[in-house]
């Protein structure tokens, strides 16, 4: 794996990632502050299964790129609305060994999905990396489950990396999932929140990081395909892509907050918002998604 040189990142030239605000970090539940300000999150899209595009192996991780424009998420504190450019996935070596890059408690999960999206009245990948909150990461923690092929949604995006086995290679979806049956079962009410950094260079800190409190749950047959089905490349000898996370670095005094207590719990709805997404001209909303879609 690529993450095999995460030491040399720091000497990548016009790199962040020696910086004081990096990502992940481990959460410590014991110094998490209050906050009453992290109400619930609004999404936008997220039912909708023509929103998930295509599924990719980069070589480093695997990406379902969203149609741009379809899905947002705003509210719980957020500093605007976030338009979703893609989601992508960490892991480790199967069952052997865990593959999250956040840690609770020093608790490692099995993998870690994360939804990026680009703060909505930035037209270029330049606009959002020059703004402290440019990006919003939406963190999902990964358990491994005793059962066999589940949940469903999972079996079907997992049935994708067979044809993805080598780095660069791509499919469409073909509206065969959406963001809402991944998440499936997850209480998106009770979340981390702190400012941090890209977990992959050039690490750059401008990312408001949403952690959820709730792990999707998976069975680890479907996890270990991910170990056991994707190569770094397309010759005879090609090294399976393993434990790709960047290891959590230090908190350097951030304040990780959560909610005070109080919010009821509900199903989030891909229809609980009503406010439209701005309106950019179709060749910045083509470019400014191209440009994230490296993320």
Request: glycine share 8%; net charge negative.
């Amino acid at each position: 794996s690529k993450y095999i040189y995460e030491s040399t990142w720091p000497s990548i030239p016009n790199s962040y990632c020696s910086g004081i605000s990096q990502s992940p970090v481990n959460i410590e539940s014991s110094s998490v502050q209050p906050d009453g300000n992290l109400t619930e999150l609004r999404f936008k899209g997220f039912g909708e299964r023509t929103a998930l595009t295509e599924i990719k192996n980069t070589g480093r991780e695997v990406k379902v790129m969203f149609d741009y424009g379809k899905m947002s998420v705003e509210g719980g504190d957020l500093p605007g609305v976030y338009n979703s450019v893609q989601f992508h996935i960490h892991w480790g070596d199967g069952s052997s060994s865990a593959g999250s890059e956040h840690t609770v408690d020093n608790k490692q999960y099995a993998m870690e999905l994360h939804i990026v999206n680009s703060k909505a009245g930035h037209n270029s990948t330049a606009a959002a990396f020059a703004d402290p909150t440019g990006l919003d990461a939406l963190g999902f923690f990964i358990e491994a489950t005793n059962d066999t092929g589940e949940p469903r949604s999972w079996k079907t995006l997992t049935s994708y990396l067979a044809e993805i086995s080598s780095a660069g290679d791509s499919v469409p979806l073909n509206g065969s999932l959406s963001m809402d049956s991944l998440l499936e079962g997850v209480n998106r009410s009770n979340y981390y929140r702190y400012l941090g950094s890209l977990t992959v260079p050039s690490c750059n800190e401008v990312v408001v990081w949403t952690l959820f409190k709730d792990p999707i749950r998976v069975s680890q047959d479907l996890i270990d395909l991910f170990s056991t089905s994707l190569y770094l490349n397309k010759s005879i000898n090609s090294p399976l892509i393993t434990n790709t996370f960047r290891h959590t670095q230090p908190v350097n005094g951030r304040v990780v907050s959560s909610q005070t207590g109080g919010i009821r719990k509900r199903s989030p709805s891909s229809s609980a918002s009503t406010r439209p997404l701005s309106t950019f001209s179709s060749f910045i909303t083509v470019m400014l998604s191209v440009a994230l879609s490296w993320l």
